[in-house]
């Protein structure tokens, strides 16, 4: 059993649906963003809901495909080929983490004309 393969292919799956779930929601998907949802309405009004499902969906399709060509590699080469696939993975997710709300979404908010 290639313990590589199985690690990356069963977080890639549900990273490609949650992509699939935003390309699909477009706007309305914003709402599942962490953080975002605990903004009241009148916030959320002043942040481009499109833009932030946007966002979402390349992050998810990114990490997605990191972590298919780290279980490709783990399933031809060996399957510690999985371990930098979960490094990579581990660095563009943790870049993406914010634990102020308002620093996450700022450049998100709609332009004034």
């Known amino acids: 059993m ?3 393969f199985w690690a990356c292919i069963c977080v890639a799956i549900p990273l490609a649906v949650i992509g699939i779930v935003f ?3 477009k706007d309305r998907s914003a709402k599942f963003v962490s953080g975002f949802n605990s903004l009241s309405k009148q916030e959320q009004n002043l942040y481009d809901k499109a833009y932030i499902a946007r966002d979402m ?4 399709f990114t990490w997605a495909v990191v972590l298919f060509i780290g279980a ?3 399933f031809f080469l060996t399957q510690y080929a999985a371990i930098p696939a979960y490094m990579i993975f581990l660095i563009l997710f943790f870049k993406q983490v914010h634990f102020d709300v308002h620093k996450a979404f700022e450049k998100y908010l709609k332009q004034e004309n």
Not at 57 to 60: A, E, G, P, V
Request: aromatic share 16%; proline share 0%; net charge positive.
């Open 23 to 25: 390309t699909i929601f």
């Open 2 to 4: 290639n313990i590589g």
């Open 72 to 74: 490709l590699f783990s």
């Open 57 to 60: 969906r390349n992050q998810c």
